[in-house]
Antibody, heavy 116, light 111 residues
Framework: QVQLQQWGAGLLKPSETLSLTCVVYGGSFSDYSWSWIRQPPGKGLEWIGEINHRGSTSYTPSLKSRVAISLDTAMKRFSLRLTSVAAADTATYYC??????????WGQGALVTVSS | QSALTQPASLSGSPGQSITISCTVANSDIDDFNFVSWYQQHPDKAPKLIIFDVYNRPSGISNRFSGSKSGNTASLAISGLQTEDEADYYCSSYSSNTPQVVFGGGTKLTVL
């Protein structure tokens, strides 16, 4: 059974870079694509982007200029970088494994707050 | 404004059946065959309950079922239980962009 554990900085100042990492335990790393999804407080889910086991990425258009998802196959982990953060980027960020564009499993979530 | 429209809230009584709709709002979604549904309890990560329109992952109760007609997908929950009280999100893939899109979510209250 695949499980995900994520970590990263929880409090950022405007213009800083958000950095989160997710480690994959169990299962076959290459059977999934790996996504990041966020949820602002009290609001709905927003897909940020994904990376497949070959390292090919896809990002949501609204964040494409600021986001990068990378892969470390040897360590079975993937990471999210989001540059020039602002208050609107305050959210709980989830990592998730995907197949055919559905997501299971999910990480536990990490609240990232952007505040001066 | 999401490309997928869901009712903001629904309610039902224990034992009843309800249906949550998810309608394509614009042409961003060109292929509505990759619809999935997620259940999210407060302060928890979402949980996959339906994938590829109709399919239930292992371990998901058969009280949950998915369907699709035209540009509307639906999640039906039968025999409502108090633990079904949660937020529900639909999701679809758009090969146009390409990207995954979520609906705005439906808050289900079990009275």
């Amino acid at each position: 059974q695949v499980q995900l554990q994520q970590w990263g900085a929880g409090l950022l100042k405007p213009s800083e870079t958000l950095s989160l990492t997710c480690v994959v335990y169990g299962g076959s790393f290459s059977d999934y694509s790996w996504s990041w999804i966020r949820q602002p407080p009290g609001k709905g889910l927003e897909w940020i982007g994904e990376i497949n086991h070959r390292g090919s990425t896809s990002y949501t258009p609204s964040l494409k200029s600021r986001v990068a998802i990378s892969l470390d196959t040897a360590m079975k982990r993937f990471s999210l970088r989001l540059t020039s953060v602002a208050a609107a980027d305050t959210a709980t960020y989830y990592c998730a494994g995907g197949r055919s564009h559905w997501f299971d499993p999910w990480g536990q979530g990490a609240l990232v707050t952007v505040s001066s | 404004q999401s490309a997928l429209t869901q009712p903001a809230s629904l309610s039902g009584s224990p034992g009843q059946s309800i249906t949550i709709s998810c309608t394509v709002a614009n042409s961003d979604i060109d292929d509505f065959n990759f619809v999935s549904w997620y259940q999210q309890h407060p302060d928890k990560a979402p949980k996959l309950i339906i994938f590829d329109v109709y399919n239930r992952p292992s371990g998901i109760s058969n009280r949950f079922s998915g369907s699709k007609s035209g540009n509307t997908a639906s999640l039906a929950i039968s025999g409502l239980q108090t633990e079904d009280e949660a937020d529900y999100y639909c999701s679809s893939y758009s090969s146009n962009t390409p990207q995954v899109v979520f609906g705005g979510g439906t808050k289900l209250t079990v009275l």
